[in-house]
Structures are given as C-alpha cells and as structure tokens.
C-alpha cells in the first residue's frame, strides 16, 4: 500500500493568522465587489423594465392608431351617407334622428341603411345609400317606387308622409 504524502499547507495549523489589516481589506473588496454586482443587477433590470414598457407603448400607441383609422373611415362613411340623404330626399337632422344607422363594408363597397326605431317602420320605409370610393353611387329609399299624385297616393298610400 502506497503512502500518500500530505502537503503540510493544507492543515489548518499551518495556516498564519491573517492580519487585522488583511481582513479589513478582504472585506472591504467583499463589500465593494457585492455593491457592483448589485449595481450592475440594477442598472439590468433598469433597462430590462424601460424597454418592456417601451414596446407595450408602441403596441398601445399602434392599436390606438388602427382603431382610430378605422372609425374614422366609418364615420366618414356615415357623414357622406348623411349628407347624400339630405340632398336627394330633403331630410334634415331632426328627421333623421328618427332613424337607425347602420354601415357595413364588403370589398371596398359600404352600405348604409338608416331604419326607423321610433315609429312604423313599413310606413316611413328604409333608406339605403351604397358609397364606393368615398362616394355615394346609390340613394335608395324602400317607397321610391309608390305613386306620390293625390289621387294614387295622398294619405292612404302606403308611405304616407313622403317628401
């Protein structure tokens, strides 16, 4: 059986006692190395956060910029469909706050129908106006074909009160 031979540094006796001094440096450069690890965990977590706020931002702020491009085309949409039911049969505001609006979009081609929610709605009929490329190609009302003359019409026609 072979001797294994011991390094006499090893055994704690052989040890010097430190010095005050040396351990007032050791721990100084303990203390000083831990406050940079803490400092450099910091600053990471510093700029981890600002950047994860700054990409919530831009989604947030890209969002908001989606929803308003598309609700303002809509109500845009609303305003010429409006204004075009105005002109071709000389509604005004008042009258149609009467009606319902509704608007719905396929390929490009909106379409608006404005329904009566406070009285018979088979009398005072529906209006449709179909906007392609910001402009109204069609104004349609459910009553246009009923005669307006007295004697076919007057109040016993079915759209009694058309302008």
């Given at each position: 059986?072979?001797?294994?031979?011991?390094?006499?540094?090893?055994?704690?006796?052989?040890?010097?006692?430190?010095?005050?001094?040396?351990?007032?440096?050791?721990?100084?450069?303990?203390?000083?190395?831990?406050?940079?690890?803490?400092?450099?965990?910091?600053?990471?977590?510093?700029?981890?956060?600002a950047?994860?706020?700054?990409?919530?931002?831009?989604?947030?702020?890209?969002?908001?910029?989606?929803?308003?491009?598309?609700?303002?085309?809509?109500?845009?949409?609303l305003?010429?469909?409006?204004?075009?039911?105005?002109?071709?049969?000389g509604?005004?505001?008042?009258?149609?706050?009467?009606?319902?609006e509704?608007?719905?979009?396929?390929?490009?081609?909106?379409?608006?129908?404005y329904?009566?929610?406070?009285?018979?709605?088979?009398?005072?009929?529906?209006?449709?106006?179909?906007?392609?490329?910001?402009?109204?190609?069609?104004?349609?009302?459910?009553?246009?074909?009923?005669?307006?003359?007295?004697?076919?019409?007057?109040?016993?026609?079915?759209?009694?009160?058309?302008?």
């Amino acid at each position: 059986m072979e001797k294994k031979i011991l390094n006499p540094l090893f055994f704690k006796e052989n040890i010097p006692p430190a010095s005050e001094r040396f351990e007032e440096r050791t721990l100084a450069m303990l203390r000083h190395q831990m406050a940079l690890d803490n400092t450099r965990r910091f600053r990471r977590r510093k700029w981890t956060t600002a950047l994860a706020i700054g990409v919530v931002c831009v989604v947030l702020i890209a969002t908001a910029l989606a929803v308003g491009l598309q609700w303002s085309a809509r109500y845009n949409v609303l305003r010429i469909a409006r204004q075009a039911v105005m002109e071709k049969y000389g509604l005004t505001q008042e009258t149609l706050s009467v009606f319902s609006e509704s608007a719905g979009e396929e390929r490009g081609k909106w379409t608006v129908q404005y329904m009566p929610t406070l009285f018979d709605g088979s009398a005072m009929g529906r209006y449709t106006v179909v906007i392609v490329n910001g402009t109204a190609v069609e104004v349609g009302w459910s009553h246009d074909d009923v005669p307006q003359s007295e004697e076919d019409g007057g109040f016993n026609a079915s759209a009694w009160g058309q302008a």
